[in-house]
């Protein structure tokens, strides 16, 4: 959660030097807490302290229901940015019609952990969504590369849905620095 409050707060401040309102939709599997566009330093210290101190309720995540709350209370059409690790399905469609009114902006939370499983024997795995517990024999050659398999199918969907929409994406690493990522998604919008 650090990552998502680093580059939130990262997003504001550059916002407020540009003279641009900020607003921000805290949602998981509902919208949690929303605070309306506004300007100003005070303001974005509202929201950075929203960011320190938010516990979710729920850590199940619908992305669809954000983004149609996105398109029903926002009237007129901003930059929007979508700060998740895409996980779940059935917001494709939205996430045109929010594109269409809006200028929606992926940045996709990524962990290296999520890539590729080591070989570390008997691990016990906790769904970050559901809460369910299983066993996981990672010394199984056929588990990681299961496990493997689910990822590359993750990013081919999630690549395709972000492109048909005509989102622009950027992947921030867990472990690494946003810096070049941020920097060259704006790079490329720049041009446009």
């Known amino acids: 959660m650090d990552l998502l409050t680093e580059v939130c707060a990262v997003l504001a401040f550059s916002a407020m030097q ?24 005070s303001h974005i210290l509202r929201i950075i302290r929203e960011l320190i101190d938010f516990k979710p309720e729920n850590r199940q995540t619908n992305i669809d ?8 209370v926002i009237r007129k059409r901003c930059t929007a940015f979508v700060l998740s690790d895409f996980y779940g399905k059935g917001y494709e469609d939205t996430l045109k019609i929010a594109n269409k009114k809006h200028d929606i902006v992926a940045l ?8 590729s499983m080591p070989d570390v024997g008997l691990v016990r795995f906790k769904d970050a969504e559901t809460g369910e517990a ?6 199984d050659r056929s588990v990681r590369k299961a496990y493997e398999i689910h990822y590359k199918k993750h990013e081919d969907f999630v690549k395709s849905a972000l492109s048909k929409a005509g989102v622009d994406q950027a992947i921030l690493h867990t472990d690494r620095s946003y810096i070049q990522p941020l920097s060259n998604l704006f790079k490329r919008r720049g041009t446009r």
């Open 134 to 139: 299983i066993w996981v024999d990672t010394s």
């Open 108 to 115: 996709r939370l990524s962990d290296p952990r999520e890539i």
């Open 65 to 72: 229901q954000a983004l149609r709350f996105l398109t029903n």
């Open 18 to 41: 540009n003279n641009d309102k900020i607003g921000v939709i805290f949602f998981n599997d509902k919208i949690e807490k929303y605070i309306p566009p506004k300007k100003g330093k």
